[in-house]
């Protein structure tokens, strides 16, 4: 690798982990641009002398690829080729005391919640003017927005709450004013996100508050699509349907994580519900949304589960066919209450459920797409890729859901448009279409 004249002040944010941990990002490059800093996040061209890694310390693969890229940085820095190494986010803050030991060269450590300290190192300030104005890094017509932070739920496997604290909604005004400048700035598609964003006003209205911002968020010009994130199932505010129902500018889905579908499980991981009422509330939602599409998250091999547990949330997928799964292996935290389980479920296994739970909801994907050919769906369109049109419907987000893969020939369409795409071929996980002309 060349050496390089290093050129002064010039910084380099590296975004490891989740939707929330981009934002953070987004923020941080905000106001060290607002502090005239040149910033830059994921710079391809590697010429920053100081970079900063918003790390994630989320489970055993993430706290992984956090400290990978710690530790790359730290080489290049021994080559010279960066001056100074800033660590900040989740890892940070959870495990600050063992890693400053552990990777001394690592010029400082932040937690989640310290930026204006990080700001202090550029001789910068927080600037307050800025509070609402966000750069984003994702492509111009979408942007994720933070509606709270923290989170107050007692979930047993989850260490987020030691990393992110307790709740903390953001006011109304706050969320829609953000949500204005997003889209002066060319945002068309807002994904709100949380760590549990059903919980949103509980703290700072005394009352679940959600559907009144969904409500007014709808009513921001320019604003085509609403997206729902983190949804909770125990205490869902049921009239967050109906608005979602009523409002076309809302997207007719919802990402809610369910984790499990065994009482047995579902009491262990203190998710205060049962498989029940779970069943119930997603029929709420086909009820009262008709046409929606569900995401969920699911965990294999949390401690004690057993056999009869794992066929039990096989038959809960197979029940209650989800648009949108996705399902992580047990991940044994420290600090977490799961923690003081054993972590009984061998590894091959967690992985071997996981992977049945996958096959079980491709064979449902495939039925549900194939519905969909010689249907016409309104898409936004993300990228060009190998001579395609990359987009998606409202029933997909962004990086972890399905995409429509349309032929370019057909030129007319444009990165950041929408456009009526006819469905012509379906697999499991991606459609492919045409575009309709009016
Ligand atoms: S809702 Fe549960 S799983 Fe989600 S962040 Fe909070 S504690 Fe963790």
Redesign the pocket.
Known sequence: MKTKTLKKDKVNIVTLGCSKNLVDSEVMLTQLRGNKIDATHESKKDDANIVIINTCGFIDNAKQESIDTILRYVDAKHEGLVEKVYVSGCLSQRYRDDLQNEIPDVDAWFGTMELPLLLKKFKADYKKELLGERITTTNQHYAYLKISEG?????S?????LM?GKHVSKPIEQVISEAQSLVKNGTKEILLIA??ST?YGLDLYKKRNLAELLDRLSDVDGLEWIRLH?A?PTGFPEDVLDIMAAKPNICNYLDI?L?HASDHMLKLMR?GTTREKTEALLEQMRTRVPGIAIRTTLIAGHPKETEADFQEMVDFVKQNKFERLGIFTYSHEENTHSYSFEDDVPEETKQERANAVMEVQEEISMSINEKKIGKTFKVLIDRMESGNFIGRTEHDSPEVDNEVIISSDDSYLRVGDFANIKITEATAFDLYGEPIRN
């Open positions: 989170c107050d739920r007692p979930c496997f989850c260490a987020i709450p992110r760590q549990d919980y983190y909770f994580p984790q998710r």
